[in-house]
């Protein structure tokens, strides 16, 4: 009985996520959601006590999928540039995976939502953000590299270029790929970002 209550979560939140996909701009009714699983919106509910439950259910996805890899890169990969070259590879790679994802990522299938979600999304990239300045603090006592522009600019920096491209995945109705372009622009990035001490 658990594992049916499991799978009935899992196809909801991918049907959710599909819907996020094939649907840019439009606001996701639970009626139509119950429409594309084939189930009741009684049933939905069962499932999930509220439409806010099932994003998160989502988030919490995004969540485990990013961090737990991010954890890996930071445990396996000692070059402080290939660690945030391949934090930020990772972030593209899953935007370009899961378009519906990012409308969450970008907010943008939020409007209307409860705030709860909106915070949600700031702490995860806020978090993305707190371990480059980790990496990136680590390049002076491990490699004797200094950030260009500070440790916090620094960080900001890349992510101002992460969500860009994110947010130019979503714009283009996923026609563009958020990875589109990104070995160039790593490379012109990495030249740039850190000095020999």
Known sequence: MTNKKTDRRTQILQALAQMLESSPGARIT???LAKQVGVSEAALYRHFPSKAKMFEGLIEFIEESLFSRIHRIVQDESDVMVRIEMMLTL???FADSNPGMCRLLTADALAGETERLRVRIAQLFDRIE???????READLKQGLRPAMGVAPCANFLMAVLEGKIRHYVRSEFKVKASANWSEQWAVLAQNLMLNR
Do not use: N, P, S
């Open 130 to 136: 707190t371990q480059l300045k980790q990496v990136i």
């Open 30 to 32: 639970t009626a139509a």
């Open 91 to 93: 972030v593209v790679g």
